[in-house]
């Protein structure tokens, strides 16, 4: 028995077969070009397995995942060039009569963190899991299911309290300029201080500014969800960055709601290398067979 | 067979029974005065009834609401003078052999809402509920259960972007000062303008400015949980001001994220006089029987 695992982000598509204990048999990385070539490219790396028995993708996106809507399946309207109203779901299930599960790119991760994690802890729950990046997305499992009725959430975009020191800039949200995501995705480097993240020490401010704005998000999923944890990915998440988020959480709560030990609460992904969106999909598209 | 219901505010208890309709067939009010004094009323009040099958009852909090906490039924740390670490819903119990729902007031609520709504609309699945009043709370419901695991949603303390015409206030919340309910609550009326909520013209630009802060939270409330409509109730919201906040609203989301006609999706209560909590107890106490 083989499961398929199909990662699709912005600039890589992560396509991963495993067994039903989730781990990994063979994998494939293939570039984000256009729809119809990134999509064949995918259908033709499945067709190899003849064992496959279900696949779970977990799309960049806005994607469609009402399952009574019309694009139900569909990239919506998404600022990569070529891929809005794509019919992802739809193409995949022409080339193969398998259980296909969809969902986003974040759900991915958070239902792999969640599978995990409750190996350690069969008492994890729900789980809130931002990544960082590019962008800012947002999944979260409440009592072991995914959230989200209408539509996926989009926490990316919550409004914030300002930081005193940051007022001046204007945020860079093409919808909302300063919401979560105009104020610390990873192109806010640039916008800032001209220079890309990686280039700019932990000790600039701008790393505190940001850590406010993050902890304002934690704080807001805290008080709506009370989460077992909150996990933060993403190319613009690190281990002294999470420590002041940490900080700044601890001192926006003041005590007020108790999550225990900030350390284990706020976190990053337990499954490294990026690892989380795969088991997850294992586990999703495992999940169509039973 | 008789339903009651005990909807424990901070300056009244409704208590009331009810029949398997929910209709409400008596129903007093007790001035919340020292817990002996008023849940010795409550005592004697359902008392009378001994066709009383189960109770439900939704209090002021915070409370402990996770079932295998030591204090699970407890009124917990309130700001209400003599109210801390009293056992509620232990108290009933000595005296009631019944089984008895506990939750909290904008819970029970929020069910009333979606019990109401749902027979009108067997699609809604996930309503968010707001209370501003004396202070701001939030009840959630999703795929028909309660959100909240660690404990019950706080989302009157999330911070917010400050109104530029607001900078001045501080906000009255102890804990956060600036949060939701240190901006919004009935008595910052008071503390920005020296009057009474009621005294307050709705001309008064104070209130463009509490509708840019309410509308945020409706904004966070929609990009996490994604719900069918968010409600609002409580002294300080009037279909003026519910105006005013989706204006705000719809300016802030800027067409992101579509929530169909604003008017049914922000919305007053469906149930009049304050009337949900009192439904929603009916059938919570009920779900209990079967």
């Not at 806005?62 to 739809?90: C, H, M, Q």
């Amino acid at each position: 028995m083989l499961l398929g695992s199909i990662e699709a982000g912005g600039t890589k598509f992560i396509c991963a077969v495993g067994n039903k204990k989730y781990e990994t048999i063979d994998c494939e990385r293939i570039p984000t070009t256009t729809p119809d070539e990134t999509l064949e490219k995918a259908v033709k790396y499945f067709k190899q397995f003849k064992d496959l028995e279900s696949i779970s993708i977990s799309s960049f996106g806005p994607i469609e995942l009402r399952k009574d809507a019309k694009k139900y399946g569909y990239i919506t309207e998404t600022p990569k060039i070529g891929w809005s109203d794509v019919n992802f779901l739809g193409t995949m299930k022409q080339h193969f009569d398998l259980p296909i599960y969809w969902t986003t790119d974040v759900n991915g991760s958070v239902y792999g963190e969640y599978i995990n994690l409750k190996k350690q802890n069969s008492k994890i729950n729900s789980i809130v899991y931002y990544t960082v990046g590019t962008g800012v997305g947002a999944g979260i499992i409440f009592n072991g299911k995914f959230l989200g009725d209408l539509g996926h959430p989009e926490m990316g975009h919550i409004k914030l309290k300002r930081h005193p020191d940051d007022l001046d800039f204007d945020g860079i949200c093409p919808y909302h300029k300063d919401c979560l995501e105009g104020l610390v995705s990873g192109p806010t480097f640039e916008a800032r201080l001209g220079k890309k993240g990686f280039e700019v020490p932990i000790t600039n401010h701008v790393w505190d500014i940001m850590a406010y704005y993050v902890a304002q998000a934690a704080l807001q999923a805290t008080l709506t969800i009370r989460p077992n944890c909150i996990i933060f990915g993403g190319g613009v998440v690190n281990e002294k960055f999470l420590d002041k988020i940490r900080f700044e959480f601890t001192k926006m709560m003041n005590g007020y709601v108790n999550v225990g030990n900030v350390n284990k609460y706020i976190r990053k992904p337990s499954i490294s290398e990026n690892g989380s969106a795969t088991i997850g999909n294992f586990a999703l598209a495992k999940s169509l067979l039973s």
